[in-house]
């Protein structure tokens, strides 16, 4: 596609619930990311992808974060038993990966999770 | 840790006004360097980037950059700003000495008034 792209654009829902957060990367990227925003805390890192792999998940604030990459491409952001603490926009980036580490990321307009 | 400041919190210009907002990191190695940009209801999008080269960087719609690798600094400026440069501008960091190469470190972000 034209640019990341991420589903759905809002969810709202009860503590306790379990959330999956999608993300469609730009074609051809074989880097993606998953971000958390909070409210004047700028943008915090939570997992890397290299192809299929996650070879950092050294940001996933909790056991109850989880995420996947399948085929190179489409992942999700699970969140188990979500907690009110876990309210944020979740924003989901893509790259090309080169062994420079020049990685000038994309990111998508990332979901406003509500957790009520 | 290794950080990223961003020192001015709101800012508010009239049009025609200059701009400066400041950015320091706290990473000793080389770094490559981001400004991104979020127009309200818009998603991050990339304004400038310095990898290596002339220090100072030119990126759309007018804005700079300069690079001060002794200050640590990577501070964003416009000669002349306008109603549309309303945003929230956030600063980004990817470490390249590190075994993190991939993983942007952002500052908490500067939201930019600007009045007609």
């Not at chain 1, 489409?74 to 038993?81: A, D, E, H, K, N």
């Not at chain 2, 400041?5 to 400041?22: D, F, K, P, R, Y």
């Not at chain 2, 306008?82 to 972000?109: I, P, R």
């Amino acid at each position: 596609g034209a640019g990341v792209s991420q589903s759905p654009s809002n969810k709202v829902t009860e503590k306790g619930k379990d959330v999956e957060l999608r993300c469609d990367p730009i074609s051809g990227h074989t880097a993606l990311y998953w971000y958390r925003q909070s409210l004047g805390q700028g943008l915090e890192f939570l997992i890397y992808f290299q192809g299929n792999s996650a070879p950092d998940k050294s940001g996933l604030p909790s056991d109850r974060f989880s995420a996947e990459r399948t085929g190179g491409s489409v992942s999700t952001l699970t969140i188990q038993r979500t907690q009110q603490e876990d309210s944020a926009v979740y924003l989901c980036a893509s790259s090309f990966r080169s062994t420079l580490g020049y990685n000038e990321q994309f990111f998508g307009p990332g979901t406003r999770l509500t957790v009520l | 840790a290794q950080s990223v400041s961003q020192h001015n919190h709101h800012v508010i210009l009239s049009e025609a006004a200059s701009l400066e907002l400041g950015c320091n990191y706290s990473y000793g190695g080389t770094v490559n360097l981001f400004w991104y940009v979020q127009y309200p209801g818009q998603h991050l999008q990339l304004l400038l980037k310095y990898f290596s080269g002339d220090p100072l960087v030119k990126g759309i719609k007018g804005f700079e950059a300069e690079f001060i690798k002794s200050k640590f600094s990577f501070n964003l400026r416009k000669p002349s700003v306008q109603w549309s440069d309303t945003a929230e501008y956030f600063c980004a960091v990817n470490d390249l000495s590190g075994g993190s190469n991939y993983k942007l470190t952002f500052g908490k972000g500067t939201l930019l008034t600007v009045n007609p």
